[in-house]
């Protein structure tokens, strides 16, 4: 089990950039790891996936201007955003993909990173 700080958010205006990191306390090379987010009064959703393999997946709305990456040797999983609309306003966060009870210590999800994207 693990701990995970998510890092890399901030206020960007429509058309920027951000990168998010996804630091882990232990090993993921085991686990698909994903970045899920939550806007509010909305439910979290997945946005990027990787495999321990390194196949991506991403959700329709950002497909095309995101792109999630993982270094296993650092224990790290990233996701560089391009293009950022305002509907990307969200709490960012990354678990296991699917989240896995026995991944994060205590099934705890980490405080995430605030992503604002605003002009």
Same mark, same amino acid.
């Given at each position: /089990?693990? +701990?995970?700080?998510?890092? #890399? =958010? =901030?206020?960007? /205006?429509?058309?920027?950039?951000?990168?998010?990191?996804?630091?882990?306390?232990?090993?993921?090379?085991?686990?698909?790891?994903?970045?899920?987010? +939550?806007?509010? #009064?909305? /439910?979290? &959703?997945?946005?990027?996936?990787?495999? $321990? #393999? #390194?196949?991506?997946?991403?959700? *329709? !709305?950002?497909?095309?201007?995101?792109?999630? !990456?993982? *270094? @296993?040797?650092? @224990?790290?999983? @990233?996701? +560089?955003? @391009?293009?950022?609309?305002?509907? *990307?306003?969200?709490?960012?966060?990354?678990? $296991?993909?699917?989240?896995?009870?026995?991944?994060? /210590?205590?099934?705890?999800?980490? +405080? =995430?990173? &605030?992503?604002?994207?605003?002009?």
């Amino acid at each position: /089990q693990v +701990q995970v700080v998510e890092s #890399g =958010g =901030g206020l960007v /205006q429509p058309g920027g950039s951000l990168r998010l990191s996804c630091a882990a306390s232990g090993s993921i090379l085991r686990y698909a790891m994903g970045w899920y987010r +939550q806007a509010p #009064g909305k /439910q979290r &959703q997945l946005v990027a996936a990787i495999t $321990s #393999g #390194g196949s991506t997946n991403y959700a *329709d !709305s950002v497909k095309g201007r995101f792109t999630i !990456s993982r *270094d @296993n040797a650092k @224990n790290t999983v @990233n996701l +560089q955003m @391009n293009s950022l609309k305002p509907e *990307d306003t969200a709490v960012y966060y990354c678990n $296991s993909e699917p989240p896995r009870p026995w991944f994060l /210590q205590g099934d705890s999800w980490g +405080q =995430g990173t &605030q992503v604002t994207v605003s002009s």
